[in-house]
């Protein structure tokens, strides 16, 4: 198993641009969700799924939309990138609603710098 | 809503000295208790967690870390510490019921010196 994968790596954007980042997972888990990192701030929840067809907000989700067609992949996409969005972005899935506490993985995150 | 507080940001110790990373949780409801470990450009990886039961954990890499629900506290300890566990830690917390969404604390970057 490849476990969670995030595309791009690195990413540079000019302010207005849009973009979509990736995140796709092949281990059948139905609860995904997206969080970014920011200095001394530590992780926030931007969107999550619980399942294919089944997305909600998460704390800071203004500026970002998510879309889950397919169990495997989770897309987040800025429509209109912001430098106020310059972050490491971070992919996680687990089991489900309730194995999620038993194992939550990470992807490697997708570092986003918006000028 | 549920919040976390790391009390330090930065914690350097030297090798093979005992080390504690203090995190402080408010929430009006139970909750999941976390702490993460996340290697330079690397993602975050779960060390422990508490879920109920015993108010000690035990984690991978000789962590451990203890709940206190009078104080509200998951202090992560480690008796000596090694170079390979220079790394930024996360403490979180979730709801126990619809749970998944991680609150997490600002981080403690832990860097040890030989």
């Known amino acids: 198993n490849a476990g969670v994968t995030q595309t791009p790596k690195f990413q540079v954007l000019k302010t207005g641009q849009s973009m979509t980042l990736q995140c796709a997972q092949d281990m059948n888990h139905e609860y995904m969700s997206w969080y970014r990192q920011d200095p001394g701030m530590g992780l926030r929840l931007i969107h999550y799924s619980v399942g294919a067809g089944i997305t909600d907000q998460g704390e800071v989700p203004n500026g970002y939309n998510v879309s889950r067609s397919t169990t495997e992949d989770f897309p987040l996409r800025l429509l209109s990138a912001a430098p106020s969005q310059t972050s490491v972005y971070f992919c996680a899935s687990s089991p489900s609603e309730r194995g999620w506490v038993w194992a939550q993985y990470f992807g490697p995150g997708t570092r986003l710098l918006v000028l | 809503a549920q919040s976390v507080t790391q009390l330090d940001s930065q914690v350097p110790v030297f090798e093979e000295a005992p080390v504690e990373l203090r995190c402080n949780y408010s929430s009006s409801v139970s909750v999941y208790l976390f702490w993460y470990v996340q290697y330079p450009n690397q993602g975050l990886q779960l060390l422990l967690k508490?879920?109920?039961?015993?108010?000690l954990v035990k984690g991978i890499n000789g962590f451990e870390a203890e709940f206190n629900k009078s104080q509200t506290s998951f202090h992560l300890r480690k008796p000596s510490v090694h170079i390979s566990d220079t790394a930024e830690y996360f403490c979180a917390v979730s709801r126990i019921q619809g749970a998944q969404k991680l609150v997490f604390g600002q981080g403690t970057r832990l860097t040890i010196n030989p």
């Open positions: 508490y879920l109920s039961g015993s108010t």
